[in-house]
């Protein structure tokens, strides 16, 4: 009994501070979101999808600064190369950014960008039949933006791209782990 108090105790603090946040100004804000998008060029991947969080600070009303990371699942596909199929692993990139955004208006189209460095996680090979061509661990990442934002939400097209030189090439294949597609988020006030 005395742990259900509690914990009725802690989630009315945590409503009351999160209802709090949301009166406040919004100058620090948490945003949470999900993406997806077709892999460009898709060569050893065919989609992506993923997950963001961000924090940013408005420094002025119309420009914000943070940092950024999250989760992008690269979908491995098969490809064909002189006469023979490489089956191309699943990846992973898992940014460490900074985070810049515009905000022209309060409410309405906006741009920015996050750039830093992408780890790239997965198998240690690029292909699982009998490549011996190590995965790239990673990169220099940046995601420009262009979309649509009002208080609570952001709507997004986007572009992430991890830029692995000429590791984890197969042949006349180049490794790549970048896509173009959507995103959404959501903000969470963390007040002044």
């Known amino acids: 009994m005395k742990t259900l108090k509690r914990s009725i105790l802690a ?7 999160i209802l709090s946040a949301q009166s406040a100004d919004m100058r620090n804000i948490l945003k949470v979101g999900v ?6 060029p898709a060569e050893n991947a065919s989609a992506a999808a993923g997950v963001e969080v961000s924090y940013q600070n408005l420094v002025t009303p119309g ?11 690269y979908f491995g596909r098969e490809n064909e190369l002189n006469g023979a199929t490489i089956d191309n692993n699943d990846f992973g990139v898992v940014p460490v950014a900074a985070l810049i955004r515009v905000y022209p208006k309060q409410t309405g189209f ?6 830093g460095y992408g780890i790239i996680t997965g198998d240690d090979k690029v292909a699982s039949n009998g490549s011996m061509v190590d995965r790239p661990d990673g990169g220099f990442y940046i995601k420009p933006e262009i979309g649509y934002h009002n208080q609570d939400w952001n709507f997004s097209v986007q ?5 692995t030189g000429d590791k984890g090439e197969i042949g006349t294949q180049k490794y790549n782990a970048g896509a173009l597609g959507a995103g959404v988020s959501y903000n ?3 007040g002044r």
Request: aromatic content about 14%; overall charge neutral; hydrophobic content about 45%.
């Open 188 to 190: 969470i006030p963390l």
């Open 35 to 40: 993406n997806g998008g077709a892999a460009i």
């Open 159 to 163: 572009y992430q791209k991890v830029f």
């Open 110 to 115: 906006y741009l920015g960008t996050d750039v």
């Open 63 to 73: 420009f914000g600064l943070g940092i950024a990371t999250g989760y992008s699942h």
């Open 11 to 17: 989630v009315g603090l945590l409503s009351a501070g």
